[in-house]
């Protein structure tokens, strides 16, 4: 599917279906749909050999929609592990009267609301990024190849980081998630019109639960872990900018346009990653509060039978949802950031150009700045000072200017998503859970 977006000074030529490069010579009209296009080893970076585990991941999340085929086959499974098997799980599950056990209906149907619906954003999030955009046109990779050798690298531990985040919130919570159902299921009794009751259908039911809450549960943390990644190329691009601000020979038209690249990028990330974030924290505050609810008024006493759903559908919701809010306040920090390292550079350029000596700073470490230390509150520059040849007075200050008025990261329809931000939502998530906790008390 082709199809064109613009943005403020810029127009995107978007082109799902090839996988080709802008600067690569043409090819035979024949293209090769973007997510099972083979990779070139001998031909393409480093980093573009590594999207294959996207690409692997896509296919058996069934979320490849290059051709019509695949968005039948992608559909069918989304509605049949999205909503008819929780639907089925929700109606048919009873628990027989000779069990001496609390009922685990209750808090069994309060967690598929939140599942589903998650998975239900997450996947017409995907759908409507791979109707417009490629995989590197989604992550920003098509430039990576005019960045620099550090960037790049960067990028390749950044991906490989990525998968362990995956592994380390999917495997642990699929280890307890199986432990609760095979209690669930061979406690409750499957009973479903003409169909006989017995082992072998709970076993059926068992396993599509199981698969159903895999699908539901990777759709989710494959879009956080995409919006992760889009956060952390940001993150390592503006290292290089801020390394671009050590010395007296920097260009300043080279560092605008390298701003301007960054800041574009940042508005086509908060614009595309909006509705899903919004809608996350919506469907996530009111799924808490409402197993919050549940839970004071349940007398029955809490075990891991009736209320594990809840322990890991809370896990996986919280650490998803974190890794977004995480990666975009990292993001906006390190935006605004920019500006205080652009203001001091000035001043020492400007001090160099007068012949200060006082003014003199050490020389520039060329060790790499670890992606670790990304978030640090140091302000240690390293500046090398060449007053044989200062820059223009006025060109520095309309630089500095324009970072000032221009250091937003990323936005939610136009407020910066940063650590006040954050600190805003723990205050309003708490006094909900606070005045509900009130109302219990009071009531009780």
């Not at 393409?44 to 896509?58: A, E, T, V």
């Not at 919130?169 to 998630?177: D, G, K």
């Not at 009794?189 to 698969?211: D, E, Q, R, T």
């Amino acid at each position: 599917m082709n199809s064109t977006t613009t943005s403020p000074d810029t127009h995107i030529d978007i082109n799902f279906t090839s996988g080709c490069h802008a600067d690569e010579p043409n090819q035979s009209n024949t293209t090769v749909p973007f997510l099972i296009q083979p990779s070139n080893a001998a031909s393409k970076p480093l980093i573009f050999n590594q999207l294959r585990r996207f690409r692997i991941c896509l296919m058996w999340c069934a979320l490849d929609h290059s051709s019509c085929y695949g968005k039948f086959i992608s559909y069918f499974i989304f509605i049949f592990f999205t909503i008819l098997v929780p639907l089925i799980t929700c109606f048919s599950a009873r628990v027989p009267p000779s069990a001496e056990i609390d009922d685990p209906i209750s808090f069994n149907l309060l967690v598929q609301f939140p599942e589903s619906g998650l998975a239900i954003i997450a996947f017409f999030t995907l759908s409507r990024f791979f109707s417009r955009y490629g995989l590197l046109q989604l992550l920003f990779l098509e430039g990576l190849k005019d960045d620099s050798s550090y960037v790049q690298r960067g990028y390749t531990r950044e991906l490989d980081k990525a998968f362990r985040f995956l592994a380390f919130i999917l495997l642990p919570s699929f280890f307890v998630e199986l432990a609760h159902k095979i209690v669930f299921f061979t406690t409750v009794k499957i009973s479903l019109p003409y169909v006989s009751s017995g082992v072998a259908l709970n076993a059926i039911v068992f396993v599509f639960v199981m698969a159903s809450w895999v699908y539901r549960t990777g759709v989710f943390l494959l879009v956080c872990v995409l919006f992760r990644l889009t956060c952390e190329l940001q993150i390592l691009r503006f290292e290089r900018l801020r390394k671009m601000l050590e010395g007296c020979d920097s260009d300043c038209s080279a560092i605008f346009k390298e701003h301007s690249r960054i800041r574009e990028q940042l508005w086509l990330t908060s614009h595309r990653y909006r509705f899903f974030i919004i809608a996350c924290m919506v469907t996530i505050t009111v799924s808490q509060l409402g197993a919050l609810l549940l839970a004071l008024e349940s007398d029955s006493q809490k075990t891991f039978f009736n209320s594990g759903d809840l322990v890991v559908c809370s896990a996986v919701q919280l650490s998803g949802f974190l890794l977004c809010l995480v990666g975009a306040a990292k993001i906006t920090h390190r935006a605004q950031g920019i500006v205080s390292v652009a203001t001091r550079w000035h001043m020492i350029v400007t001090c160099a150009s007068s012949g200060s000596p006082q003014c003199h700073t050490p020389e520039v470490d060329d060790t790499p700045v670890s992606t670790h230390d990304t978030d640090s509150e140091s302000s240690d520059i390293f500046i090398t000072i060449s007053p044989q040849e200062p820059y223009l007075f006025q060109t520095r200050q309309a630089l500095v200017t324009y970072l000032q008025h221009n250091h937003g990261g990323v936005t939610l329809y136009g407020f910066a998503l940063d650590r006040g931000l954050l600190h805003t939502l723990f205050a309003f998530e708490f006094s909900l859970v606070l005045w509900i906790l009130s109302k219990v008390i009071v009531l009780s």
